[in-house]
């Protein structure tokens, strides 16, 4: 008991120092405790917590905008998009508050569409639940995607582009509910958007 407390203090600690937040806000004090919390769940250390921030922190960058919800996730468009960082150790990402499926088998929530960073539905997985035009490089994600879940309401399609250079190429359409675990050499790392239904 004492060590977790002990812990929780620690990486409550860290959350401050790294947020370099002065005075804390009701806002930044919620997050710092939902992040303590989420990291004691999930077993992580002070250093584990402090990298998963650099990506979340460099990531927060490249698509401003943003809301950190957990210890591995931001937000965009109140929640409508978020992205998920595998945690340390495993190679697949999901909320700390999601179960851990078997390997290989997709985990998009229902009603979403998810690009999956490498093939297997490993690695950073972007997820959408509004219908929009979206242009991968927005997100730090263009020519990343390997593996995709469309697991939006039945029948509802997301397509997926390759920027030519001067016109947007359609590589594949996806009909809900449909997965890949691999889209295929000929298409690996070039997606640039998608058209979410």
Request: net charge positive; with cysteine; hydrophobic share 35%.
């Amino acid at each position: 008991m004492r060590t977790r407390t002990k812990l929780g203090v620690t990486l409550a600690a860290c959350a401050v120092a790294t947020f370099g937040l002065a005075a804390p806000t009701s806002a930044s004090t919620e997050l710092q405790n939902t992040i303590a919390g989420q990291a004691r769940k999930a077993g992580l250390t002070e250093n584990e917590v402090t990298d998963l921030q650099r990506q979340i922190d460099k990531q927060m960058k490249i698509t401003p905008g943003g809301k950190q919800i957990g210890v591995n996730q931001i937000a965009w468009r109140g929640g409508k998009a978020v992205m998920t960082f595998p945690l340390p150790g495993e190679k697949r990402a999901r909320s700390v508050d999601e179960t851990f499926g078997a390997l290989g088998t997709p985990n998009c929530s229902y009603l979403w569409t998810c690009l999956y960073e490498h093939s297997n539905f490993d690695g950073r997985r972007l997820t959408w639940s509004d219908c929009n035009f979206e242009n991968l490089a927005n997100w730090g994600f263009n020519d990343q995607t390997t593996s995709w879940h469309n697991n939006q309401s039945r029948g509802t399609q997301t397509r997926v582009y390759n920027w030519t250079g001067s016109s947007w190429a359609l590589m594949w359409t996806s009909t809900a509910p449909s997965s890949s675990s691999n889209v295929g050499s000929a298409n690996n790392d070039k997606a640039d958007g998608l058209w979410v239904c």
